[in-house]
């Protein structure tokens, strides 16, 4: 079993190496590095753009992890992480001419591939499965455990807990997003996100050590 001092960071699940990463996905120097985050040559978005299928090609071999792992820590399901991935490239090859530049690329395709997963959520009324809050756990900030389980261990932990609380710790321990942008792609308030991870963390945590101790 691996370990590492970031547990939800995706590079603890699975290597990522396709393409030169960003070194800030957020452009601040702060917050985690998306798996997302790899600087797409200009060159080949235009080719992209002209129907080039070679480039739609590289884009998919480059895109097509961090989107399916994803849509799996979101959904919780294989099927419907494939399912995401599938509609995510087919927008893509739909609708590259309409990225115009003013933000990074692969944040306008992760954005795409967050709304897939979780409209496969919301179809089935999952969003509304989540942590009841304590009044004394409110707390913003919460630290991801400080041991990375592998990615085993990691889904087995997710998979319990419910899944807008899930969808919280992924989008912010993981992604970066911040409890305001995340409250805007939930549908849902700033404070119902903080509630989430606070609780969502703890609970991660725990299952996390009952893991490892039963595999140690």
Not at 53 to 59: G, R, T
Not at 85 to 105: A, I, N
Request: one cysteine or more; charged letters at 25%; a negative charge.
């Amino acid at each position: 079993m691996s370990a590492d001092t970031s547990l939800l960071a995706p590079a603890s699940c699975l290597a990522l190496a396709p393409a030169v990463a960003a070194a800030d996905p957020r452009g601040d120097g702060a917050g985690p590095r998306s798996g997302f985050a790899i600087e797409v040559p200009d060159a080949l978005l235009a080719r992209a753009r002209d129907g080039e299928v070679a480039a739609f090609e590289q884009l998919y071999r480059w895109f097509e992890r961090p989107v399916f792992t994803l849509a799996l820590r979101l959904c919780g399901d294989r099927e419907e992480a494939n399912e995401a991935l599938q509609e995510t490239m087919l927008k893509l090859l739909r609708r590259v001419g309409e990225y115009r530049g003013s933000g990074p690329f692969w944040g306008w395709l992760r954005q795409i591939a967050i709304n897939e997963a979780l409209l496969r959520l919301r179809r089935g009324r999952r969003l509304e499965e989540a942590l009841p809050l304590d009044c004394d756990e409110f707390e913003d900030g919460a630290a991801p455990p400080p041991a990375a389980a592998d990615a085993a261990l990691l889904q087995r932990a997710l998979l319990a807990l419910p899944a807008a609380t899930r969808s919280v710790l992924w989008l912010y321990h993981a992604e970066g997003y911040t409890h305001e942008e995340i409250a805007e792609l939930m549908q849902r308030t700033p404070s119902f996100s903080k509630s989430q991870l606070a609780r969502g963390t703890r609970r991660l945590r725990a299952l996390l050590q009952v893991e490892e101790t039963s595999h140690a």
